[in-house]
């Protein structure tokens, strides 16, 4: 409780442990906060006169921004962005052929244009409501933890569209490709005027050779001109299911499983898993992070904020709103080789 109050400059503890509300510049000394409120009584109270009151507000906000955790498990993985524009559009564009020997002419090579790929912005909000009464009956503690709940409301929610990707990576429930394909698909094609396909999506369980065989699938994948777009993985997404599974295989100074004392080969691989990839315990992912951060988007219009709701009447019941505004997606599939284990 102490720890609550002393963080806000307007609200302090007198020397008997009262709540003591901060005087204005100017405003007459030693008039009790009981005696603020009654100067309010039989009559509705403003914005400002209840700010001035208690400055709850102020704290509520800091309160309910602790709990939001914009950069953890999933959200990392993505190249997160402002965004000043209703909608955010990119185009791909293939990729250049060899560079030839110089003969005294300057050759030039045109870019192909890939698949567009547009992001519409999405807004969320909720609100919750304090009654007259909690302030009246000094009741922080009460209200700190309806912030603290709402605030992590809005963090569950982030964290939730974040997996949405890799929930839905294998069929267009929630998103479609630019290339009108799921995320991970077996027949990607290379370019709108070639469409021989190509795979990031296999039926493997979670084992050191089928982490070995995808990353060697991945080195494979081509940019339009059919070279190799160097892909390097170097990143497991796992459901809480098979996290130690996947550290034993990554982490381990010999191969796992066997008798013999082979080195692994595939030790290194960052791990990334979380509670919310909730479609199968037995799906997993390979991801290049590097190419993660240039296909795989977030852009925040509006970050979470927490206001007063100007539908408020400052009188029986005071309530605040939080808010945000953003959308996610992906421009290119190459950063990412899914499993669906049956």
Not at 199 to 210: A, Q
Request: aromatic fraction near 10%.
């Amino acid at each position: 409780m102490n720890d609550f109050m002393t963080r806000f400059g307007s609200l302090t503890l007198d020397a008997q442990g009262r709540i003591r509300a901060a005087r204005r510049a100017g405003a007459e000394a030693g008039i009790s906060l009981r005696k603020r409120r009654a100067w309010f009584d039989g009559v509705p109270m403003t914005r400002a006169q209840w700010e001035s009151l208690t400055n709850i507000e102020t704290a509520l906000r800091t309160v309910w921004l602790d709990q939001i955790q914009p950069d953890t498990t999933l959200m990392g993985l993505y190249d997160v962005e402002t965004s000043q524009r209703a909608q955010e559009k990119n185009l791909g564009y293939g990729g250049l052929g060899d560079v030839p020997e110089y003969t005294g002419t300057l050759k030039f090579d045109g870019f192909e244009e890939l698949f567009p790929a547009t992001y519409l912005h999405k807004e969320y909000a909720k609100g919750i409501a304090l009654e007259r009464k909690l302030v009246d009956d000094e009741e922080y503690g009460v209200m700190r933890q309806r912030a603290q709940l709402s605030g992590l409301a809005f963090d569950r929610t982030v964290q939730k569209h974040a997996a949405v990707i890799f929930n839905t990576a294998f069929d267009t429930s929630a998103i479609t490709g630019p290339d009108g394909k799921a995320l991970c698909a077996t027949d990607h094609p290379h370019s709108p005027s070639d469409v021989t396909p190509q795979s990031n999506r296999g039926v493997e369980p979670l084992s050191h050779d089928s982490v070995r065989t995808t990353k060697e699938l991945m080195r494979r994948f081509q940019d339009s001109e059919g070279n190799p777009l160097n892909v390097m993985p170097d990143t497991l997404v796992v459901p809480i299911e098979l996290e130690d599974a996947a550290r034993v295989i990554v982490e381990s100074t010999q191969r796992s499983g066997v008798a013999n004392n082979d080195i692994n080969t595939q030790r290194g691989y960052n791990i990334v898993t979380s509670p919310f990839l909730m479609t199968d315990a037995n799906n997993w992912f390979l991801i290049d992070s590097r190419l993660a951060r240039l296909w795989l988007h977030w852009y925040w219009r509006i970050r979470p904020e927490f206001t007063t709701d100007p539908t408020s009447d400052f009188n029986l019941v005071l309530r605040f709103r939080g808010y945000m505004r953003y959308v996610y997606g992906f421009d290119h599939w190459a950063w990412i080789y899914g499993h669906v284990v049956s």
